[in-house]
């Protein structure tokens, strides 16, 4: 086992550097450096062209952006190498620090809301899977084919129109984390508070996951029913709870609790947009704030510390594997 | 011989598909769906089809006329009398055409589904944004279904180095957070439909690119590929004309449910700011609109959105009768 995770651990070296290098390059070939967009920003043009010329390059040395472009990867790998992100180009705050003020925010929303997805979505299709082709589960087939074409910025919209303010109902506040002056809450309050600030942003994250989710236990559960061992309890006159749950369930949630890891990378990228609907500082709203800036330190720091998170996250759920199938192991076989 | 197996297999599909209904109407619903977006022009547009003027027939919408550059149409119709007439598009507003006096209203006899911050017709924005949507998603998938057979093939067929290479490849960009990697593409490049197109494609090979390896493992190993290659015959010659054929329905499956996700990108990314530059319309520009003015105009934020739900509903559900036509065993799960 422990070799097997410190194994794991060595392979997230070589996908993390890909993952760096693609987004290093991208966002440093592009036309448009930040150096020329500060001075644009700041200037507007007041100045000659000759002197403009003069400030862009001192810019670009104040930022090592004129270095050649293989030269800057190293120079950033090596920072990175001491978890030193460098400083962000629009408040001159380091980006480690930045980044961990957003990070408990995000997974906050994506633990909740991948919690949510499971707590629902299991007992939804198990439901759904025993009453096959019943009514009920026409209806829930439907609904959740609905939910999961629905576009969650357009949902969070609809939300927003009738019951966060919009159109019609005030029900729900559609900024930020807390109301203001929420510091100086009780604790209780803080915490109701909170959530009700977190449940439409939630509610947005869960429901494409939860609909997804649902539709895979429906189809597991279905998948074991028909294996023989099920065919032997049903036989030897084991009751209808019995078999289902004792049985049938436990191994139709081995494929499902991987899917967790498939979730957790989409919660990230959704929330790249709903907490820039709903305010919300997270890492997605960061990150998104950080491109629309040119902030090329925030952008590395942020797509690189996402991966890692997501990689961690998919060796979570590899390693939940062994858990729920004692028959699986990573031990090297004999 | 494979020939015509291989066309008795597509033949089943076709029919399995065909009895099943819903997958067959949203199919059909597709197909009206890209008869708006091609026939656009002559669906909502300011200018007459057909304009009888003074005895002589004219087509403005077909041909430009040298008298009628500068006409609006809408005022010469009012001017004309009995034997001449002009008959304008079902939606006769283009989709660019301001109107300053009816500015956001709601929607009503006029404008069917309102109008925006500038008085263009929303209906007519929304039939043109479908040319987007739609050519987005065909071309997005286009490509990434091109680089992942491309490189599905090559890792499954050679196997060892370049399999554990393009393997590694593969990991890579699924642990990637694909949508910050698209909206960093796009940010940083000015801003068209071509390269939305281009970024959807080069990030969303994958899943093809894993589905076409695992395809080839399989099929490489069945006695057929061997017999073939006892025959002498050169790889490429196995790969595209005995193995891919095998590989490509599940491939198609993988491609409609993409369709329907790059649609969603493309409005997620024109709901940003980040899409087709104005003034062209797409559905998630006309849903970006809709944020300044949600405590009141809520044609604006509805219809779009239902445009974009149901586009990616019937593409889901076409998906879906596919992969029941093509194994229909996983149709009793």
Redesign the interface.
Known sequence: MRSYLIRRLFLMI??LL??TL??FL??QL???SPAELKIRMDQAGSLGEQYTKEVIEQTKKLYGLDKPIHIRYLIWLKQVGTLNFGNSYKDHRPVMKIIMERIPVSLQLSFISIFLVYIFALPIGVFSAIRQKSAADRIITVIL??L????N??VA??L??FIG???FFHWFPVYGLNSEGAENFPLWQWLIDRLWHLALPVACLTYAGLAFISRQQR?AL??VI?QDYIRTARAKGLTEKMVVFKHAMRNSLIPIVTLAAALF?AM???S??IE?IFSIPGM?KL??DA??A?DYPV?MG??TI??FL??IG?LIADLTYTLVDPRISFEAKK | MSEFRSASFSRMVIQRFRQDRIATICFIMILILFMIAIFAPFLANNKPVALKYQGKFYFPLLFKYRQFVSTDFKELAQKLTAPDFAAFPPVPYSPTEYDLMSVLNPPGKDHWLGTDDRGRDVLSRMIWGSRVSLSVGFVAVGIYVLIGIFLGAIAGYYGGKMDVILS??I??MI???????I???I????PSIYNIMIAIGFTGWTGVARLIRGEFLKIRQTAYVEAEKALGAKDLRIIFRHILPNALAPTLVVATFGV?DAI?IE??LS??GFGVPPPTASWGEL?SQ??SY???A?WL??FP?IA??IT??IY??VGEGIRDAIDPRLK??
């Open positions: 070589p996908t890909g993952i693609v987004t991208i966002i592009a036309p448009g084919f609905i999961y074409s629905l576009p910025f357009w919209m609809m927003i129109l303010g919009g159109q189809a279905l998948e028909r990378p990230l990228g959704g790249v947009i820039s997605g990150g998104f491109i629309l040119r952008i942020d797509a996402s991966a997501t990689l998919i | 590694r490849l990991e890579v642990c990637f957070p694909t949508f910050f990697l909206i960093t593409i940010a940083f490049l000015p329907a969603l409005s997620a709901f940003l849903l809709s944020r949600i405590d009141f809520w934020a509805s959105g974009i739900f990616v509903t889901n559900l009793e799960t």
